[in-house]
Structures are given as C-alpha cells and as structure tokens.
C-alpha cells in the first residue's frame, strides 16, 4: 500500500491549486448529521465481546497502544520506565504482546530509542511545539528535525488550529505538507486536530480530509491536553474520513484516538467502531492506534482476569 | 405498617412500593445484570423485589471501596468517629422504618425488633468511641535498646469483604459492618440472602451520614455466588466470613490463600443474638501494625543528650 501523498494529491491535483478552490473542495463535503453519527456510535458501543472474541480484542489493543507520557516532570528515569514497560507489558507473562510505541516529547527521544532498542517497539515524538502549536513554522520544523535526528520512528504534529478555524486552509495544508517533507521516507507522520477545539463534526470531517489530502500517515483527535478528547462519535467521523479516502484515492490512512480512553471495555468498543465503520483492513497496529498511558494498565488487569479467573487489582501492575 | 394494601384500599389511594436499590459507591444502582428476586416475610408473603447482584456488581464494589480506602484511612480517627456518631443520629430519626423492616423479615414481636434497632444504634455509638481510642489500647511505644523512639501503631487493611450474618439482618449486619470502618477499612458487604432489606435501607442512611461514598458498599443476593469473586479478587485485602455456612467458609478461605488475604472465621454468636458487647477483636481483625523507629534527636559528639 503506497503512504506517500503523491497518488492522492495526483487525484485531487486541483483540489489544493489555491486556497479559493481548497476552501471550495472542503466545504463542498457532505454535512455530517450529528444526531445520526451519535446515535450509531452509541449503538456499536453496545456489542457484547466476551471470553475468547474479549481475549483477542484485549492483546489487539495492547499491540495498539502509543504508551504516552507528555507530562512536564518527565524525567529520563520515567521515560526508561515506560520503554521497558511498552517492550514487556506484563513482565509476569511473556505471551503478553508488546505495544506499538512510545510516545515522548523530543528531547525525550533518544532516551527512548536506547529503552526500546532491540524490540519491535517504536519511538513517537510528538513535534510542532505541542501541544499549543502557536511557533512560527522555522520552530516547529526545527522541532521535528530535532526528533528525527534523535531517532523518531514517528512524528505527532499539531496543526494550526487558530489558521483552520479562520477558514486559511491553504496554510494549514502547506505546514503539513512542510513537516511531512521534514520525515521524509523513515517516519510515519500523525496529525492531530485537537477535535476538542473544532467545534462542530462537519469541521472535524473537513480537518481529517485536510490531512489525508496533505499526505499524513495518520490522523489523530487530541492531544489530550484540552477538555474533550477522543470519542467514539469523532473517532467514528474520522474512520469513515479514511474509508471514504481510500476508496476515492486508494490511500490508507491510520486513525488513532488519543486522550480520555481508560478502560478496557472503551478501547473494546472502539476496535468495533473501526471493524464496523473502516473494515478489518484497520485491524493493525500500523492502520490504528489508541493515544493512553492509563489504558494498558486496566488492559493487563483484565488480561490477567481472563486468564486465572481471578479479577486483578492496582498492586498487579506497575504505577506508570 | 404490614396492612398497607388494606389501608390504601380504604383511602382509595394507589400503593407506593419501593424499589430497593444497591449501594455502591455512594450511588445506587440496580444491579448491572438487571435481575431481582422476591424477598418475603417470615410467613411466605411478598415484602419487595430486591436486586440480584452478580460478580461485575462485586467488581464494581471492590474498585468503588479502593478508591474510598485513600481518604476514609487518611481522615482523623477523630472525624471517623463523629461520622459513625452521625450514623447513629440518622438511624434513630428512622428507627420506625427499621424496626418494621426488622420485624417483618425475622418475624419479631414489635417489641423484640424495636430492642434490635436500639441496640445496633447503640452499637454505632459504641464503634464511633472506639475510633481514636484502638490506637491507644493495640499500639505503642516499644522500650528498645539503643536511642530510638519505637513506635507500633495499628493500620487498616484496606478493602474487606463482609459477608453479613443470615439470622440477625439488622444488628448482625451493624456489628460487623461498624468495626471493619471504625478503623479506617472501607468495606463490600453482603447481605443477608433471606433478609436483605434492612441491609440495603441502611445503605440509604450512610448516604446521607457524612460517609463518604464508596465507604461502605451493600450487595443484595445469592452470598454463594457473590462471595467467590470477591475471596479470589486480587485487590480485597480481607474478608469476613460471618455469613457463610461451613462448606462455603472452607471453599472461600482456600480461595482467599490466593493473595494472603485476611480472613476471619464464623465465630460463634452468643445466646442473645448479637447483643452481648462486642469487644475490640473485630476491630483488631483488620488491623495490622506498623512499627517505626526513629532517633531520638541529638545524641550528638558529646556522647548523650540526656
């Protein structure tokens, strides 16, 4: 499957000629009938996923995990933690998958990249002065060389929130395109709307075509620094952004949820919004990812439960 | 209050029954499963449906009594002691309730349940002394040899399930409940399988006692089947097995060995049923002791301070 932006942008070469016909192109897109996206996330949200359909569900999404820690107080001590945690999950058991990432703030990288070194594990680094995204674009493409001479498998940016909420798509657009020209071929780049701060579903499903047009890799809902994170109803917006896409352009997009996912039982229900909505196609860590720190930890405690029958508690897994 | 219908059927008035409701975590919610079952008086008629709680409801107790156990065991002995005291001020404002619930259920004289409800008030009153005073009686400073302060003091568990007598609904399930919270454990309670009702009409009272929520969870039904989750749950620190009958007590105690839980054994009942004072062994049940050493200060180049 080809991720370079060049088939996509071939297909909808006129699309981003200029700023008049991007504007014309987005807000040419069908509304998004918010009662109905709710009330069908609601409704997947409903399934029963029990005993070995559960087991499956919970090692998938152990796989997808981004293992996060974008706090202030990182300390490179916490950072070695986590990698060792996003290798070995569940050190008591060794069938137990290891994540798909961890996620750090730049200067965090090559701490890191030495804690995963040796497992399949990647290094993220969030990027685009995150998670305000307010530096002018020298900085933010300083930011992401910064992480990727560090050894960045993959590169979070921010967009420009207050440019697209304007209606100055064009800008937002060229500053994707600018920092994933900065990856180049080695990193896969994520781009987060903060869908918190877009206020309406049609703005989100506008902001997820945006990003594909531009060429991202993935598209991510939050930071989880603001108020309202991922939820199923804008993750579900977002996973038939990347379905529609792909059958137009024949680009596959990932989609990753970030923010406010805590249970075992959430992360269940959004695997069936992506088996439902996007396909099986999704069902891979390299197609989807849940942004969480507190989420693995529920997940090995009902890991735990479905193998000796006995619910786990807090003492059975590690602090962060 | 038994010959309701009849009454409402003179004043033409259409029955409010209640809907009794779990307590966990502060809230009540029916059970998760939606099931009930019929809870009848001593003579076979129907008193009420009550919720049928099954082992997520357990689950849901344990998380909602670990997140209690941070602040009830942090607060002042003093200010657990003052809210066991506002449980007994709330119990007595509807000691009506209780004593009809208690009566209808063990099939008392209304005298004998009104000695019942008085005397699991009293007893509220009894644990709320006894909450700055255990520390007093269980712990203290060691003599040791050398210049160290040794200082054993008594620590709560953590979280306790309690299985609730069967025969004494009312002040059988206030002694058992009252000395595992006195000291600062928070509990996941079930009640008794045939009289549930009392039990779960408390949870109301301890809502609206200053208890913070979470403190005490109350489970309504089948004790078999809701006991085994919480004896083979990892995060229960202990478990009082009050209500269990032998066979069910030698099957929880082997599944509770799993994480070294604490478990306390039916222990006999007196006579009376509950009413003898209870000393301070339920108490010291779910206790355990820290013991610290510290320096005695400035024992400084000139050998000795004193």
């Known amino acids: 499957m080809p991720t370079s932006a060049s088939p996509a942008a071939r297909a909808l070469a006129d699309v981003t000629a200029s700023d008049s016909a991007l504007r014309r192109f987005l807000h040419g897109l069908p509304g998004v009938d918010a009662v109905g996206l709710e009330a069908r996330a609601a409704s997947l949200g409903t399934r029963s996923i029990k005993t070995t359909a559960k087991a499956y569900a919970i090692d998938l999404a152990i796989s997808m995990v981004d293992l996060t820690t974008l706090e202030g107080a990182d300390t490179p001590g916490k950072v070695r933690a986590l990698g060792a945690k996003a290798v070995h999950p569940d050190p008591t058991d060794r069938a137990t998958p290891a994540t ?9 990288v090559a701490v890191a990249k030495e804690a995963v070194a040796g497992s399949k594990v990647k290094v993220a680094s969030v990027a685009t002065a995150f998670p305000a995204g307010r530096a002018p674009l020298s900085v933010k493409l300083a930011d992401v060389r910064e992480a990727m001479a560090a050894g960045a498998d993959e590169i979070d940016m921010v967009i420009d929130r207050g440019a697209f909420l304007a209606g100055r798509y064009l800008k937002v657009y060229d500053e994707i395109t600018a920092v994933k020209e900065a990856c180049g071929a080695s990193a896969r780049l994520k781009v987060i709307f903060e869908t918190g701060e877009l206020s309406t579903y049609d703005n989100i499903r506008r902001a997820s075509w945006l990003g594909m047009l531009a060429g991202a890799d993935f598209i991510k809902t939050s930071t989880g620094k603001v108020a309202v994170n991922a939820t199923p109803a804008n993750t579900l917006l977002m996973l ?16 990753k949820p970030a923010g406010g996912i805590r249970t075992s039982k959430d992360a269940v229900k959004f695997l069936v919004l992506v088996n439902e909505t996007a396909g099986p196609d999704w069902l891979d860590n390299r197609w989807f990812r849940f942004g969480a720190s507190s989420l693995l930890n529920d997940l090995l ?13 807090p003492d059975y897994v590690t602090v962060d | 209050m038994s010959d309701k219908p009849e009454k409402t059927e003179r004043s033409g008035r259409l029955s409010v029954f209640k809907t009794y409701k779990l307590y ?3 809230k009540f919610p029916r059970s998760e499963s939606g099931r009930v079952y019929e809870v009848t008086d001593s003579q076979g008629n129907w008193l009420a449906n009550a919720p049928l709680a099954s082992r997520k409801d357990a689950r849901d107790a344990v998380v909602a009594a670990r997140k209690a156990f941070g602040p009830w065991s942090g607060a002042t002995a003093y200010n657990r002691g003052q809210i066991l005291y506002r449980v007994a001020e709330m119990l007595e404002g509807r000691r009506e309730q209780f004593v009809r619930e208690v009566a209808e259920a063990e099939g008392l004289s209304r005298a004998q349940a009104e000695a019942q409800v008085d005397a699991a008030i009293d007893r509220w009153v009894w644990y709320a002394g006894w909450t700055d005073k255990i520390a007093q009686v269980v712990g203290g400073g060691n003599p040791v040899a050398g210049p160290f302060f040794n200082l054993s003091s008594p620590e709560p568990t953590g979280v306790v399930a309690v299985l609730a007598p069967q025969e004494s609904s009312f002040l059988g399930l206030v002694s058992v409940i009252a000395p595992v919270i006195a000291t600062g454990n928070t509990a996941v309670v079930i009640a008794s399988e045939r009289f549930p009702l ?31 989750p919480l004896a083979a749950h990892q995060d229960v620190n202990a478990i009082d097995l009050a209500g269990a009958d032998e066979a069910l007590a030698k099957e929880l105690e082997i599944a509770a060995a799993d994480n070294l839980k604490r478990v306390l054994r039916p222990q006999p009942v007196d006579d009376a049923g509950w009413s003898a004072t209870p000393g301070i062994d339920r108490m010291t049940a779910f206790l355990e002791t820290k013991t610290v050493w510290h320096p005695t200060g400035s024992l400084g180049a000139s050998g000795s301070s004193y």
């Open chain 1, 301 to 313: 405690m009902q890991r735990q439960k479905l193998a000796t029958g006995r619910y786990s508690g």
């Open chain 2, 198 to 228: 009392p039990a779960l009409s408390l949870g109301e009272v301890l809502a609206t006692s200053d208890l913070p929520g979470g403190v005490v969870n109350v489970l309504s039904g089948r004790t078999a089947e809701i006991a085994a």
């Open chain 2, 24 to 26: 966990v975590g502060g």
């Open chain 1, 100 to 108: 798909a990432a961890v996620c750090v703030y730049p200067d965090m």
């Open chain 1, 240 to 255: 038939e952004a990347v379905r529609d896409f792909r059958a137009q352009t024949g680009v596959q997009v990932g989609v």
